[in-house]
């Protein structure tokens, strides 16, 4: 069992930046594989980034890749996500998620494949 709460999202102009936080509760946050997805208004949820606990590995949506970077600090428990150079596109709600399945990139962009979920995180950017 592991608790995800999401921090660190706002109201941002187009270029601009922010880092979002997703802080886990419980001993056993290193034994997951963690992922960032976000979903827009009438929109499906969409994969953003996610990181293999054991690799280190990284992933990426290709609308995020180069602009966003996922990392994780196991001391802290806690899963970032850098987002630089922000879009109108992407607004959205932000959640983070742990995983204990996946293994390849095609697992990773599966949110059936994620166990738990935080409540997100609202990322609004305006142009």
């Known amino acids: 069992q592991v608790n995800l709460v999401e921090s660190g999202g706002g109201s941002v102009q187009a270029g601009g930046s922010l880092r979002l936080s997703c802080t886990a509760s419980?001993?056993?946050?290193?034994?997951?594989?963690m992922g960032w997805f976000r979903q827009a208004p009438g929109k499906e949820r969409e994969f953003v980034a996610a990181v293999n606990q054991d690799t280190g590995t990284k992933y990426y949506g290709d609308s995020v890749k180069g602009r966003f970077t996922i990392s994780r600090d196991n001391a802290l428990n806690i899963l970032y996500l850098q987002m630089i150079d922000l879009k109108s596109e992407d607004t959205a709600v932000y959640y983070c998620a742990a995983t204990l399945v996946a293994n390849y990139r095609s697992d990773y962009v599966s949110s059936t494949n994620y166990r738990f979920w935080g409540q997100g995180t609202q990322v609004t950017v305006s142009s």
């Open positions: 419980g001993r056993t946050f290193t034994t997951y594989g």
